[in-house]
């Protein structure tokens, strides 16, 4: 049985585990939805935020009583208030009816801060974090989202994404770091470190989970639970390393890959479960399912012959704790099990220890109930200046002719079907699970137009429609702000059959370009959509991603000049829905003569544009040549900005593996560092280079592979080669 070095917890697990039944272990693995328990099962269907949800204590005691339930989850975005009462029933009608006093422990998805809570700090979703190369912003968004969100109960985070982002026809797209394990890793493992050891939600402490192991995010048809098909030495040089950044900084739980891995359904995969991720990768916390992903064992994957059988393989698979959501045929299965000697008891005990460590180091056993004297720090100043910090940093500006900043003497005509919504700019997992009801949102929340107006003045800014006012309007402005992208989706709804930007809105560019007056465009979108064909008449291109509820004052910022855009590509902007590559693709995949003919991006990952300009000089190396393992090499770079502001730039160091035994990367990102420089300043920059850490890689068993020979460099516009010569 897995230990951990606290004696008193450990202790406490084997006391407990000597009294449970068979009925409450299975009850501590079970994880049900709160609708089995409330009096107004519909909750989340209707539209008002300030919905009272009440627990159902009869049908709770029922449930607890026969079933044990150790887990509830989900949510919708109701009052601080609304959501302590319903914690505190929850909790109490538990510890009244728990034999031994074992809390309950609730899950919820808060994904870009706490989404589901009415009056929360909104911030932009992963794929802007991933854009502002700045380590500070995953850990203010931790930060905001423990201090805003502890208190109420909601102990157990679903949340950080590490799945990279491989493709953008997938509906998740916008919940990654990006496509680069590097900033996944680093980035993610610092929102788990200070979510969990945050000090100023003490006496509570929230559990995080990366999701989704392993490969969710590259289906091969682009399909949300889709199968992929990935090999193992790809497996483990692009998916596995943030996951392990994760574990390595002491992550209590992991969530498991909806869909299949070369053939086999993960939540049934013991390679996966316990090979990879206990053996391997040495994860001792606890391992859950997504939603209805044993069920779907047997309804979708056709692997297990019945709902008995999908629990047998999940569990011998692996999994801890069961999110079923809205059955208990979990336990009756689970039991039925264990009585016929399929499971035993000791593997049982495997997962309940595992459960049982989590909440005696949340410290759920001590402070079981929420407390409702700090909700002044739900949504304050403080809290939304730091989302509104990460916003301005994220929005990438890909093009400009000059055209931007406007000047504040401008005329300003708006348009675009994202252009006077709210909705978009925040996307899926903001006050419900996925809605486009406008009423939802805050009425300080400013839109993109709403924005402008405030940043230039009413006089100065007026919206268009549709073509014709587009065409009608367009003689009395300076420059014409064309909004495109996507309104809100989640999962499975944001599948794609086609990456390109629909055709209407395509057809609304063209019409504002036709007028002669200079468009800038701004994609508000949670993933890039192919607008090739528009880019060029273009005179800027801001990619705004989905910047939160301060995105639209962040927007409107940057294009008036207040705000110098810093934000860099976190992937690949295609220049084709046909090629839709990752810039970190092997050499094989995409040959240089190719790629100059049908270019696989618009915008390269790593690439921005800033209002001043930066220019890069002076790379020199401490030797060209490493002569051991331990030997270390460090790269220095002078940026000085050559512009007349000042302004961030985030330094991007890659490198390439000249000639390998396996086919590498062309540009893998190894470091980054973002600085404000001031006009006319120079600062230098530093990059340390070891061997076992950077120019190492992984064969299909997971052996790190080192070999002698050259490398490059790449910094800015620059390049330099180095070996690797071993004595």
């Known amino acids: 049985m897995e230990k951990s070095s606290d004696e008193a917890v450990e ?3 084997d006391d407990l585990l000597s009294q449970m039944t068979i009925e409450e272990k299975i009850g501590q693995m079970t994880q049900l939805n709160n609708s089995a328990i409330v009096t107004n099962s519909n909750w989340g269907a209707g539209t008002d935020l300030r919905i009272e949800i009440k627990v159902d204590t009869a049908k709770l005691g029922t449930i607890l009583r026969k079933y044990h339930v150790g887990s509830f989850i989900n949510g919708i975005a109701v009052s601080p208030q609304t959501w302590y009462q319903f914690y505190k029933d929850l909790q109490e009608v538990n510890m009244k009816t728990s034999r031994l006093k074992i809390p309950i422990i609730y899950g919820i998805d808060h994904m870009h801060g706490p989404n589901y ?8 979703h992963a794929i802007n974090t991933a854009a502002t190369y700045n380590n500070q912003f995953p850990a203010d968004m931790a930060h905001v989202t423990a201090i805003e969100t502890a208190d109420l109960g909601h102990q157990w985070l679903f949340a950080p994404v590490l799945d990279v982002a491989r493709t953008p026809l997938w509906g998740r797209f916008y919940e990654t770091l990006g496509e680069s394990p590097y900033v996944s890793g680093t980035m993610g493992s610092i929102f788990v470190k200070t979510v969990q050891s945050d000090p100023d939600i003490a006496p509570y402490k929230i559990a995080a989970t990366a999701k989704h192991f392993l490969t969710y995010s590259e289906p091969k048809y682009g399909w949300d639970r889709g199968a992929a ?10 998916h596995v390393p943030s996951f392990k950044a994760a574990i390595d900084a002491g992550i209590k739980s992991v969530m498991i890959n909806s869909g299949e891995l070369n053939g086999e359904p993960v939540h049934s995969s013991y390679r996966v479960l316990t090979k990879l991720l206990r053996d391997e990768l040495h994860f001792k916390g606890v391992v859950v399912t997504d939603w209805e992903d044993i069920i779907r064992l047997y309804r979708n994957h ?13 569990i011998a698979a692996g999994i801890d704790v069961a999110m079923t959501p809205y059955t208990t045929d979990f336990c009756e299965h689970l039991k039925a099990l264990v009585t016929e000697g399929k499971i035993t008891q000791e593997r049982i005990d495997l997962s309940v220890s595992r459960i049982l460590r989590m909440k005696l180091e949340l410290g759920l056993f001590e402070n079981p109930f929420p407390r409702n004297d700090r909700f002044n720090r739900i949504g304050s100043l403080e809290n939304r200046a730091k989302a ?20 504040s003497e401008k005329n300003i005509l708006v348009a675009g079907p994202v252009a006077n919504l709210k909705n978009p700019l925040t996307g899926g997992w903001t006050l419900r699970w996925q809605t486009n009801d406008e009423t939802l949102f805050p009425k300080s929340m400013l839109t993109l137009f709403t924005a402008l107006q405030k940043e230039f003045s009413p006089e100065k800014v007026s919206l268009a429609t549709n073509a014709n006012e587009i065409k009608s309007k367009a003689s009395k402005a300076s420059a014409i702000v064309v909004a495109v992208g996507e309104m809100a989706y989640a999962e499975g709804f944001g599948s794609i059959q086609d990456i390109s ?41 801001l990619f705004a991603g989905l910047p939160g509820f301060e995105g639209g004052q962040a927007i409107a910022e940057i294009i008036s000049g207040k705000t110098n855009p810093s934000a860099k590509m976190s992937f690949n902007f295609p220049y084709s829905v046909n090629r839709l590559i990752p810039h970190n693709h092997k050499t094989s995949e995409v040959t240089l003569a190719h790629e100059i003919d049908n270019p696989i991006a618009l915008v390269p990952f790593g690439f921005g544009l800033s209002y001043t300009t930066f220019e890069y000089s002076n790379l020199k190396l401490s030797d060209t040549t490493l002569t051991s393992e331990q030997s270390e090499i460090k790269a220095t770079v002078t940026v000085k900005n050559t512009g007349k502001r000042e302004g961030k730039e985030a330094v991007l160091w890659f490198l390439f593996d000249e000639v390998a035994s396996l086919s590498r990367p062309v540009r893998d990102l190894k470091y980054y560092e973002k600085a404000l420089i001031k006009p006319g300043e120079s600062q230098e920059f530093s990059f340390t280079i070891r061997p076992d850490t950077h120019l190492s890689f992984p064969n299909n068993v997971n052996e790190k592979i080192l070999e002698d020979g050259y490398f490059t460099l790449m910094v800015g516009n620059l390049k330099i080669r180095f070996k690797l010569m071993r004595k």
């Open 302 to 314: 056709k692997t297990a012959a019945n709902e008995k059988d999908a629990t047998y393989q999940a």
């Open 388 to 407: 509104l910090a990460v916003a301005r940093e994220s929005i990438v500006l890909m093009k400009n002719e000059g055209v931007l900043p406007l000047s």
């Open 501 to 541: 930007l629909p055709e209407d809105q395509v057809e609304l560019v063209k019409a504002a370009q036709a007028t002669g007056k200079p468009v800038i465009l701004v994609m508000i979108s949670g993933r890039p959509r192919v607008i090739t064909k528009i880019y060029k008449d273009c005179k800027a291109v």
């Open 229 to 238: 098909d990935i090999s193992e030495q790809s497996l483990y040089e692009f």
């Open 11 to 13: 202790k406490k697990i």
């Open 117 to 124: 809570l009415d009056g929360g700090t909104i911030f932009p």
